[in-house]
């Protein structure tokens, strides 16, 4: 007999049901026998004890542990056959509903063998689509894996009669992603016998790190998390599996980290006096948090190592102040810094806020400038050709000491002297090879600061894997004022709407100023780059909206001419003309507007302290992070703020709990967390920045923080002892495969 290894076919562990291994291969994407031991269960159900079912809706998959309470075989006229028939009808009670259950067969022996399979009193797992029929719940189409079963041939499964399929577990019955054609049951089986036969499987571990660090050998751990006997075996071999994975994460990103610091960083270390007269010319006193930061950043930008540093803070905190300084600072040295922003409003808002507060400063080899000083240039897509040229040509001369810019920055013709200093404002609006197209423009690699209100979920689980290092600016400036928000159920409570625009009109008699946000411009038109946070249903597709998006053209005639008659209505979205947009929003912020019905273009870089009010459309639509940065634009005036979130959806569905959770709380770690437990991680070490395509198998960023930062003590400890892993072979393997994978080349470049 051949041997069979982590490396064999799947099909060596199939017999003749080519159907079934054709299905797991192609719709699983299991095409080694590895593949198949490491497709690990979704979750576990004990054999003791029947499912907890709640009321099914019509149409629903349901898969129940339930307890036979009556098997009775039932003849009838097959109407196309013409023949006689038979069925196996069963009932199964649960600790919920009980369902009634058909099985058809053609011939009465294998019916009377089916009945004495599911015989009354037995337990099994019962999977079929909830139906009601005369008053009584049914599973149709169903399937099922009675315990103790006795086992099927080949051909059983092959002529379709697949649900007897022997459970052989004493305790917990594991539960698989599966796909269609293939049940939880199927891929059992298949993994049972490739552990039966499958030898040579590699420990990354050898014994002396398995003593170490108490985990439990490859294979003893594979049979207790597909096979455990209970929770107690389950969760052994699950804290070895997701320690090794934490363990090679952490490996991978630590010899990163050192072959970056051999590369080594200009230490910018100031030697002008720009930052002084700076600092001098404040009109104001910085926060403590401010202080502390400034000083631990000019501490990190005088090392010969690139600081990589998450700044985090509410809208508002004055996070943009403290990065302003630690650019001065390396313009000080005599290299450059540049800030890259995700939309011309906010560079263009960073370019006016930041020249007026250099004043002089600003005039660098101009009239009238001070002998400190150094230029600040923008650059954005909409600029003519002549402005784009004069700013790229002060960028590349070193004249500029401060660029300011958009994506138009990243482009390859951008050229700098001597970058010294990157730093991304709102940094969950671009992706990680954005982002790495600017460092890799400076000749030795750049200290970077970004920034953010409320972290992506990528950037949590970086935050956690100890990628980035932390700071937070805690403390609110003087003029901030507390924001209220509601969530407005429509669903629930249907004439809510109305009070909503009672309450916009209220602020603005009031002598204030109020935001409307639609996810959509006209029709079906999402906002340039924006997509809608997609909650989905049990088969994994989209949940569709109930009715039509709001759009903020239709919108704009609706209020005009309805609730918000006589009151001064104007639109701004993505689609409108520079020169409109500009006047739009130069209107709203010198009064002349009351209310300002927009898509998503305001959530960041807009500055209106007379806005109290914001009013969020279909507010489900829009992820935590965008719902918290929308919300940062009111208050922002010494007035309290008011903040609806108007949603069709359901209570109880994700989309509830995230708009629950933003109504909650106004701590953006706390809001990135529930980001993360709804999106899942992104991928840790590629492109992606959230979303349910994670590449973490076993480990979860939350749940498992403690097994985290356990293996990046570890990691450390190991690459002490031997840089080049010497002492566990298999574990250098693992570390250079993810190493080699596409996926690694991005990791450090976020």
Not at 129 to 157: N, Y
Not at 174 to 183: F, K, L, R
Not at 395 to 409: P, R, V
Not at 571 to 597: C, N, Q, S, W
């Amino acid at each position: 007999m051949v041997a069979i290894t982590p490396d064999s076919p799947i099909a060596s562990v199939f017999g003749r049901s080519t159907k079934k291994r054709d299905a797991i291969q192609k719709g699983l994407g299991l095409d080694t026998v590895g593949d198949l031991v490491w497709h690990f269960p979704r979750r576990y159900v004990k054999t003791t004890e029947l499912s907890e079912v709640a009321e099914p809706q019509e149409g629903d998959l349901l898969s129940v542990v339930g307890r036979v309470t009556r098997s009775e075989v039932k003849s009838f006229m097959n109407r196309r056959t013409r023949k006689l028939s038979f069925r196996v009808e069963v009932r199964v009670e649960t600790n919920g509903p009980s369902f009634t259950l058909s099985f058809f067969v053609p011939w009465k022996g294998q019916a009377e063998t089916e009945q004495r399979r599911m015989a009354a009193g037995s337990r099994g797992m019962f999977t079929g689509k909830a139906q009601r029929f005369a008053g009584s719940w049914q599973l149709a189409s169903p399937h099922s894996v009675m315990f103790g079963a006795p086992e099927v041939s080949d051909d059983d499964e092959e002529d379709g009669s697949d649900h007897g399929l022997v459970a052989s577990l004493k305790g917990l019955l594991p539960i698989y992603p599966v796909t269609a054609g293939v049940y939880s049951w199927d891929v059992q089986k298949a993994v049972q016998f490739a552990l039966d036969l499958v030898t040579d499987v590699p420990d990354v571990f050898p014994p002396a790190l398995r003593e170490r660090y108490g985990v439990l050998d490859v294979m003893a751990a594979l049979r207790w998390v597909h096979a455990p006997d209970d929770h107690g075996q389950l969760g052994a071999a699950q804290k070895r599996f997701r320690f090794e994975e934490a363990l090679v994460l952490q490996l991978v990103m630590a010899r990163r980290r050192a072959a970056q610091r051999a590369l080594g960083a200009q230490s910018r270390s100031g030697g002008g006096g720009l930052l002084a007269a700076f600092d001098a010319r404040l009109p104001f006193t910085l926060t403590g948090g401010q202080r502390e930061i400034g000083e631990l950043l000019e501490s990190e930008l005088a090392a010969s190592h690139p600081m990589n540093r998450l700044l985090q803070g509410e809208v508002g905190s004055g996070k943009t102040l403290v990065a302003l300084r630690a650019m001065l600072r390396v313009v000080d040295s005599g290299g450059q810094a540049v800030l890259l922003a995700p939309t011309e409003v906010l560079a263009q808002q960073h370019h006016r806020s930041i020249s007026a507060l250099l004043g002089d400063l600003a005039a660098g080899g101009m009239l009238g400038g001070a002998p400190e000083a150094t230029r600040v240039a923008l650059l954005t897509g909409s600029m003519t050709k002549a402005q784009r040229q004069e700013a790229m040509l002060a960028m590349a001369s070193g004249e500029a000491g401060i660029a300011l810019g958009t994506h138009a920055l990243l482009e390859e013709r951008v050229t700098f002297a001597d970058l010294g200093l990157v730093v991304v404002d709102e940094q969950h609006r671009f992706g990680v090879e954005q982002r790495s197209a600017l460092t890799d423009k400076a000749g030795t690699p750049p200290h970077v600061l970004v920034m953010t209100a409320t972290p992506i979920p990528r950037t949590v689980a970086m935050t956690v894997f100890g990628d980035l290092e932390t700071s937070v600016l805690t403390e609110l400036p003087a003029g901030r004022a507390p924001i209220q928000t509601n969530v407005v159920p429509l669903v629930d409570q249907p004439r809510w709407i109305d009070r909503v625009w009672t309450r916009v009109r209220e602020e603005v008699d009031k002598g204030h100023q109020a935001y409307v946000v639609c996810p959509r411009i006209s029709g079906d038109e999402p906002e340039q780059g924006e997509t809608d946070q997609l909650d989905l249903d049990d088969d994994g597709s989209p949940v569709a909206p109930r009715q039509a998006l709001a759009a903020v053209t239709d919108l704009v005639e609706e209020l005009s001419a309805g609730p918000l008659a006589g009151l001064r209505v104007q639109m701004l979205h993505g689609r409108l003309p520079p020169d409109e947009k500009d006047a739009a929003m130069r209107a709203f912020a010198a009064g002349d507007i009351d209310v300002l019905v927009s898509t998503t273009v305001i959530e960041v870089g807009v500055d209106v302290a007379n806005a109290t009010a914001m009013v969020l459309m279909d507010a489900d639509r829009f992820g935590v992070s965008q719902l918290h940065q929308l919300r940062g634009r009111v208050g922002r005036g010494g007035h309290p703020g008011l903040c609806l979130l108007v949603t069709r959806a359901d209570a109880e569905t994700d989309a509830r709990i995230r708009l629950d959770a933003v109504a909650a709380t106004t701590d953006g770690f706390e809001l990135s967390r529930v980001d993360l437990e709804q999106r899942r991680e992104g991928d840790v070490l590629g492109r992606n920045q959230s979303g349910f395509r994670s590449s973490l198998v076993s480990l979860r960023v939350l749940r498992d923080e403690k097994t985290i930062v356990r293996a990046k003590e570890a990691a450390e400890e190991l690459l002490s002892e031997s840089p080049e892993l010497s002492l566990a072979p298999g574990l250098a393997r693992a570390v250079d495969e993810m190493e080699q994978t596409r996926e690694s080349e991005f990791m450090e470049k976020s």
